[in-house]
Every structure is written in C-alpha cells, then in structure tokens.
C-alpha cells in the first residue's frame, strides 16, 4: 500500500505504493529515457559536490524488497537500486531496467532489457537477475512484501540474455504497478545459493544495485554514504556524495542546518516551520498523501471486538490533537485513501469526540470495572493497552499524552512506550504490541497487503484484521483496471474499514522542508524524495 514510518520515524506503505496502472491490453511503451518528473535542469557542467540530508529514524535495512519504511525506499530503490519500470505521477509507465515492453494480452507481459548495464560490482546486469528476483518474491520463506503482489503469476520465462517474459494466471490489470515497486537484485548475491533470511543477508545492509548512486558505508547510528554512480547507464546523477546523517533528535537537526552542517531536513515540525528560516536556508511546502493512524492489535484480549475500537477511537479527540501537534498544517481523514482522490468516501462522518457514548460502548462489550480499582477487566484480568510511538516523536507524544488521560477517565489504562523505530516495526512483524501510532504513505491505493486476511500472519497486516466483506472487496479491486468502477468499489472498502476501524485515523499532514539555499532541483514525490536530481549552486 505505501511505505510506513513511525510518526518522525517516517515508511517507506510501504508500504504506500504509486498503484495507478492502465491495463495490460493498453500498454505498449517503446524505447526512451527514465527522466519521467517535472523537475528543473542543471545548468551545463554544474555538478559535483556533497548533499548532507538528516534522516531521523534510521532504516532496519536497504533491501526494499522485505522492508518499504519510508528511508529504505527513498535511498534503495530511489537511488541505488531500480525496476524494470517506473510509474509517472499521471499513471503512465515509463521504460528502466526494461528498454521496452509490451502486453501481447491481459495475462502476459514481455520486457526487453537494456544492453550494457552493471551492477555497481562490476558484474553485468542480464535476465537472470530478473528471474532470480521474482523467485526470491514468491518463495514464502524470504518473506518479500510484494509476495501478494504476485500471487497470480504462474511463469517467468527467460527468453535470452536480456529478455524476460511474465505469464499471470488470470487478467492482470495492476501488474505493472507492482513491478514498478519492485527492485530488481543481483541474482550473484541473491541467487539460489544465497541465504533465505534477506533482512540478515549482507547485501541487505551493503546493497548493489544499478542505480544512478552505488552504496559507501553505512555507520550505525551515524551516516549512511552513497557516491555518484559515473558507469550509469541513463543520465549521470549531479551530485558527487550524499550523506544521509542519522539525526533522532529534531531539535538537534534543525541546529546543525542552522550551523550549515546539514543542507536538507525532509520534514519540519510544526513549531520549526513557524520560525523564520536559518540565514542561507528555505521552507519548501509540498503535499505528500499520506495518514496517520493509531493501529490495534485485534489479536489482544478486548481489542478484536469492533464495538471496543470504536469506543476507544472516540475517546481520541483527535481535531485537538491535531491542532495541537500541527496548529492548522493537517487535515482530518476517516479512511486509507488521499484526500483528493475519487477512492476517498467524503460522507463518511469521522467518529466523534464522545467518551459517554464510548464508555456505553465498553459495557456494552463487557468490559466493565467489576472491583472499582479505575480499570476496566478484559478475561478478568484489568484493561491496559501498551501504545507505541516513535522515540522522540514530538507529534506523537502529545497524542499519548491526551489518550493515556482520557482513556484514564473511561477505566482504560494505556502504558506509553517510546521505541526506536526499526525495533517497534520488527514489534509490530511479529504482532508483539497493543497498539503503535504509523503513518502510511499512499504512493499506492491497494490496500490489500494491510488489511486482507492473507497478510495477517507475514504481511502488513500488522493488526490481524480478518473479516470477509474486506477480503472479498479487497479481491475484487484487484481485478479491476483504474476507473469509476473502481472507485466505487474503494469507497465501499473505505466505508467498511470505518466500521470495524482496525486503525484509528488521525489526519494527513502537510510537509514543510528545509533547505539550503545551495540545494537546487529538490522536487519530492511520496515514492522518491528526489536527491539524485538536485544539484548545488557554487
């Protein structure tokens, strides 16, 4: 669906996910560039250079092929590695790795490869890294979270050298949405000899890939280094070294771009973006579809009745909250989709603010305070939820704050625990939380890898959610091409999902950057921040 993050431990939802494919009957691309973005030149001969980029949650790994947290996907498959397409923002699909393909019918995909590429270890790029790359997908011990992607594809044919054919076994109208998430790996390092358990695997955590930027060093807890690529195959990136330096703290971020040591902070905070900005730096505001949510964990005891969330989401009082956390810079959302999009059901009234009501709703449920100690029994045993939050999240500490008090009031206990965000995802994987507060990035409208029955156990299902009427409108999303229809069917998802709420849904908030002056070209996008097509002034 998107990447995920941890609010200010911001994922790549990824789940997230630019799922905006034409059917397979209507495409046929030829030959071209991949520069596909509306971004400005670089002056002639201007490149060269270091960018120095805060990154404020570090990622698990660099293998977006079992991890889309929001960092993994901007530098794997944003910088170093690449698909075989990629998605434009109007939906269209552009040649990458494929130099060109076509769909001879609704179940087939043909792609032809381009000629002379390499892997950043010199080793040359063909269709077995391509056949490698997709079995590593579907084999379910690897754990990929495209795997449900694939489901349907029955064959990979290598063809020669540099082809490759896919056969799906049925009409496949999303496919190209999928490969266009999906990093192509080296089949040298990830072949059938490699070991299975790829977030452990080496070249997880040192990747090779073909993209315009080859993988340096990464020192935990401090930077991870990328150099330019000069044998790439398409256009050269500008910049010579970008230094993505790990900084938890955003105070502590925000003076070292004060101090001239950092040139780029992706996401400001609220009261950062009210000041004026450092001498030498710009704000720059920009729309990133994405929400933010309080996920349950509908396997712990009380939480898998939907009567009990929806009790808890109306002691939420969320337009304070976002108030509070954003003043005014969030809009509040009642479902997984953008806003603006025709998916998006904007009849749907947000649960209010109503702790009687959801007090009503918690005896209702037989969660009552039996021996009157202030807390609510669940399988006699009393009522405490332990909430996760990314460490240091100034947005989402108010947040617990507000829910631990009115919670509080309504006999429910909430423990609040501060985890660093690889390990509060590795938590959520494993299904070990009550509850945790994540942001999702829509670069996708599939939301069939976080709330299908199918992904409960190794997708992102983080929640457990298993309920037919989603399955089954889940499914058949799957099988439509974008459109009305389509649409439609989102809507009536997104209705259900209010129903049941798995997630409490918070608000979308926009996105303030701060950037240094000498940093021209910055023109993000929700799958790719886009640092590989900045340059910077002399």
Known sequence: HGHGHGYEGERGRGKGRGKTALALAALALAAGGCRHRNSPEAPAGQSG??????VEAEPPTLNPLVEHDAWTTWIA?????????RATPSGAFLPALAERFDAPDDRTLHFVLRKGVQWHDGRPFSADDVVATFDLVRERNVAADQRADFADLELVERLSDNEVRLRFGRPAPRALEAIARLPILPAHLFGPDAARDLRA?????????????RFVEWRTGDAIVLARNDR??????????????IVRDRDAGYELARQGRLDLIWRLTPSQSDRPPPAGMHLQSWRLPTYLAVVWNLRRPGLGDPRVRQALTMLIDRARYLQVAFRGHAAPVTGPYPLES?????TIAPWPFDPARARALLDEAGLRDSNDDGLREVDGKPLRISFLLTAGSKTIEPLATMMQEDFARAGVGLDIVPTEWATMLDRMRKHAFDAAALQWNMVAQD????????????????????????????DELRRLPPGPARAALDR????????????????CPGVDSLVSDRVRGFSPTAEDLGLGRVWLAP
């Not at 790439?232 to 330096?245: F, M, N, P, S, T």
């Not at 025709?342 to 904007?346: A, E, I, T």
């Not at 939301?447 to 889940?474: C, K, M, T």
Request: overall charge neutral; proline content about 8%.
């Open 447 to 474: 939301n069939y890898d976080l709330f299908h029955s199918s992904q409960a156990e190794r997708g992102q299902n983080f929640g457990g959610l298993r309920d037919p009427e989603v399955d089954r409108l889940l």
């Open 492 to 507: 009536k998802l997104h209705r259900r999902v209010h129903e049941l709420q798995p997630y409490t849904f918070l608000g």
């Open 201 to 213: 695997a080496p070249a997880s955590r040192a990747p090779v890939g073909t993209g315009p930027f």
């Open 77 to 85: 498959l944003g910088m170093i590695d690449e698909p075989l397409v």
């Open 232 to 245: 790439y195959w398409g256009e050269k990136a500008h910049v010579e070294r970008i230094e993505l330096r």
């Open 49 to 54: 250079g270091t960018l120095r980029v805060m």
């Open 342 to 346: 025709p998916s998006y059901d904007r």
